[in-house]
């Protein structure tokens, strides 16, 4: 799954934004069935690579995905692993991306 969110702040900001943030958008998973724990997150230059577990029911898997932050957007790019199959795609893209937008106001 890719989200594209356009910015108009400095890339540093939108980094620090979603540093602090990031912790929040994943495991408060709103209206999805799904329980998240950021298992691993670190930054390489303006692209964080992270890893979650999700808890669906007695169903678990991995979820891995970066964050690219360039000057005027940020791109998720996430693999939902088997969850792809129980989370309707765009219900997931709609709610990240809304809160990745909230980090950034």
């Known amino acids: 799954m890719r989200i594209t969110i356009n910015h108009n702040r400095s890339k540093e900001e939108v980094i620090q934004s979603i540093d602090r943030g990031f912790n929040q ?13 950021v298992e691993q997150r670190s930054w390489q230059g303006s692209t964080m690579s992270f890893s979650l577990t999700a808890k669906m ?26 969850f792809n199959r129980f989370v309707d795609e765009k219900s997931a893209q709609q709610m990240l991306g809304n809160r990745i937008k909230g980090l950034l106001n």
Do not use: Q
């Not at 029911?57 to 692993?81: A, E, F, Q, W």
């Open 57 to 82: 029911g007695i169903i678990s898997t991995p979820i891995k995905g970066t964050v690219d932050v360039t000057d005027k957007d940020l791109t998720i790019d996430v693999d939902l692993g088997m």
């Open 25 to 37: 958008v994943f495991e408060e998973a709103g209206s999805l069935p799904v329980k998240v724990v």
